[in-house]
C-alpha cells in the first residue's frame, strides 16, 4: 500500500518570499503520479502541481515548481512570491498505476502580510 | 464546462440515523472517487469507480458504509446507521483515467 506523508502541519512565511512544503511517499510502483493540492479555507480542492514519474523534468506551473528525487521518493513544492491567495491547505498526492489515489495530511500555510 | 456537484451541502443527523450524499462529475469523466476527510486531516479514500465498476473499495466500511454509481454517471454514498465517527466532509471528485482530479464542494455531515 502506497503512503504519503507530509512532515509540516504547519508553516508559515511573509509576502514574496519564497516556502518550500516537504512531501514523501513510499510505494513499489514504477509508473505513478504526483500531485500538489490547494484546499483554501472553506472552498474546493484545486490542482497545483502534477509530476509524471516517469519525467526527470521537474515540473513548474507560474510561482510553482516541485522538486521531485524519485529515488529519495521525494516530492516537495517550492513557492515563489508568495501572496496572501496562497494561504491554504496543501496536499501531496499519490496516484498508483490502478487509479488509486492515496494523500498526505496536508500543510497548512499561512501567508503574512 | 459544469464542475462536479454535489448535495446536499450540509446535514446533520442523530446517531443511529441514515443519510445518503449524491455526486454528479464532469460529463466524460469515467473515474470517480469519495472521499472522508475528517477536520485537520488529508481526504481518505473510501471508495473508487471506473465508469460503474468499483475499482478499489478497500477502506469502506461495508457494515455500515455502501455506495453505487448507476449507468456510470450519477453516484450516491449511504451510511447506516451513523455514528459520531462519521462526523466528515464527504468530497466527491472526477477525472479521466489516471489524471487530475476535479473535487465537488463536499458536503459537511454532523452527526449528534
Known amino acids: 500500500a502506497q503512503t504519503v506523508t507530509q512532515s509540516q502541519p504547519e508553516m508559515s512565511v511573509q509576502e514574496a518570499e519564497t516556502v518550500t512544503l516537504s512531501c514523501t511517499y513510499d510505494?513499489?510502483?514504477?509508473?505513478?503520479?504526483l500531485f500538489w493540492y490547494k484546499q483554501p479555507p472553506s472552498r474546493q480542492m484545486i490542482l497545483v502541481i502534477r509530476q509524471e514519474a516517469y519525467k526527470q523534468q521537474n515540473a513548474t506551473e507560474n510561482r510553482f515548481s516541485v522538486n521531485f528525487q524519485k529515488a529519495a521518493k521525494s516530492f516537495s513544492l517550492k513557492i515563489s512570491d508568495s501572496q496572501l491567495g496562497d494561504t491554504a491547505m496543501y496536499f501531496c498526492?499519490?496516484?498508483?498505476?490502478?487509479?488509486?489515489?492515496?494523500f498526505g495530511d496536508g500543510t497548512t500555510l499561512t501567508v503574512k502580510p | 464546462e459544469a464542475g462536479v456537484a454535489q448535495s446536499p451541502r450540509y446535514k446533520i443527523i442523530e446517531k443511529r440515523q441514515s443519510v445518503a450524499f449524491w455526486c454528479n462529475p464532469i460529463?466524460?469523466?469515467?473515474?470517480l472517487y469519495w472521499y472522508q476527510q475528517i477536520l485537520g486531516q488529508g481526504p481518505k479514500l473510501l471508495i473508487q469507480?471506473?465508469?460503474?465498476?468499483?475499482?478499489?473499495d478497500s477502506q469502506l466500511p461495508k457494515d455500515r458504509f455502501s455506495a453505487e454509481r448507476l449507468k456510470g454517471v450519477d453516484s450516491t454514498l449511504k451510511i447506516q446507521p451513523a455514528k459520531l465517527e462519521d462526523s466528515a466532509v464527504y468530497l466527491c471528485?472526477?477525472?479521466?483515467?489516471?489524471?487530475?482530479?476535479?473535487f465537488g464542494p463536499g458536503t459537511r455531515l454532523t452527526v449528534l
Open positions: 510505494t513499489s510502483e514504477n509508473n505513478y503520479y
Open positions: 498526492a499519490f496516484l498508483g498505476s490502478a487509479g488509486k489515489s492515496t
Open positions: 460529463s466524460g469523466h469515467a473515474t
Open positions: 469507480f471506473q465508469n460503474n465498476g468499483v475499482v478499489d
Open positions: 471528485a472526477s477525472c479521466r483515467w489516471r489524471n487530475e482530479q476535479f
